[in-house]
């Protein structure tokens, strides 16, 4: 099974809007990452944040890491329809070299 | 710099059929992987390679082998391909996996159905 369910499965907002995505996972882990993924084309990495880190900012992105309750947040802020993708989370297991993703959130941004 | 490259990006195979799929990074990495991804699953790991010389089992690597031919490839072999196997296949590449913290660096995926 996989390690990370994201959660919603799917999301529609409006330009301007907020975004949030969550990520559940189930082992220990040495880091999660945020992925995206436009339709047809391969992933692409937005943010990665330690298993001692809390939280991270990049421009647009806010990524928060509970480790107790094994869960992360993605916020999309001010959004835009070129924000329209697949969001998936992955994690890196202590030790270990797997990288093993969730099944992903839907984004689209209306304009 | 290319990145990542996979190919081919498209193929048709009948059931039984044989093939590979090649993946080259230019990016010096250490860590190479494939996964497969089908609607609605996400991508699940099918095979990785922490170093040149080795190569290890993912979530599903039934059906499949691999080979690390040098530091710059990862092929991925379908020695009797099933309609199972029908998916979209990644590659993927990293300074060195697990706990170097870097990110994974993906192709842009060879599409595969089989009949």
């Known amino acids: 099974s996989q390690q990370g369910e994201e959660d919603p499965q799917a999301l529609s907002i409006q330009e301007g809007e907020n975004a949030t995505m969550n990520c559940s996972y189930k082992?220990?882990?040495?880091?999660l990452q945020w992925y995206r993924q436009n339709s047809g084309r391969g992933l692409v990495h937005l943010i990665l944040i330690r298993s001692n880190e809390r939280e991270k900012h990049s421009g647009r992105l806010r990524v928060t890491l509970d480790t107790s309750k094994k869960s992360s947040s993605l916020l999309i802020t001010a959004s835009r329809a070129a924000d329209t993708a697949s969001y998936f989370c992955?994690?890196?297991?202590?030790?270990?070299?797997?990288?093993?993703f969730g099944a992903g959130t839907r984004l689209f941004v209306k304009a | 710099n290319a990145g990542v490259t996979q190919t081919p990006k498209f193929q048709v195979l009948k059931t039984g059929q044989s093939m590979t799929l090649q993946c080259a990074q230019d990016m010096n990495h250490n860590s190479m992987y494939w996964y497969r991804q089908d609607p609605g699953m996400g991508l699940r790991l099918i095979y990785y390679s922490a170093s040149e010389g080795t190569t290890d089992k993912g979530e599903v690597p039934n059906g499949y082998n691999v080979s690390r031919l040098n530091k710059r490839e990862f092929s991925l072999r379908l020695e009797s391909a099933a309609p199972s196997q029908t998916s979209v296949y990644f590659c993927?590449?990293?300074?060195?996996?697990?706990?170097?913290?870097?990110?994974?660096?993906f192709g842009n995926g060879t599409r595969l159905t089989v009949t």
């Open positions: 082992t220990s882990i040495n880091n």
């Open positions: 993927a590449s990293t300074t060195l996996g697990g706990a170097d913290n870097s990110p994974l660096h």
């Open positions: 992955a994690t890196d297991a202590w030790g270990g070299f797997k990288t093993i």
